[in-house]
């Protein structure tokens, strides 16, 4: 199963429901030993955002002994051809909505990650 948070991070809500959210996000996330990978969608134009760093120190401090972080840069049809070299270089998953192949990639990577297929 994927629980999506879209937009979670951009949402326009005062402090406090801000608060009430990351708390009930942070309760519903530590108590569920059954969560294996989680995959962190990040926007390949933006890639050093303070928002994307925030997110992977609180997901790191949620992984247990069994489960990983996976983090996936989106919207790479949007790159120019020395920023898409740049990100690859890296060793990093770049998928684009409408490219078959990334789309595959990432499933492969999702499955060997889980399973080590």
Do not use: M
Request: glycine share 2%; with cysteine; hydrophobic share 40%.
């Amino acid at each position: 199963r994927f629980i999506d948070f879209p937009g979670f991070g951009y949402a326009k809500v005062s402090k406090e429901e801000r608060n009430l959210w990351d708390k009930n996000l942070s309760e519903f996330l530590k108590n569920r030993d059954s969560i294996k990978l989680f995959i962190h969608l990040i926007d390949s134009r933006h890639t050093n955002l303070a928002i994307d760093n925030e997110i992977r120190i609180f997901i790191n401090s949620l992984l247990k002994s069994d489960s990983k972080i996976l983090s996936v840069f989106t919207k790479c049809d949007k790159l120019n051809k020395n920023e898409l070299i740049k990100l690859k270089k890296a060793d990093s998953i770049c998928i684009s909505y409408n490219d078959k192949q990334s789309i595959e990639s990432l499933r492969f990577s999702i499955l060997n990650h889980l399973y080590g297929v």
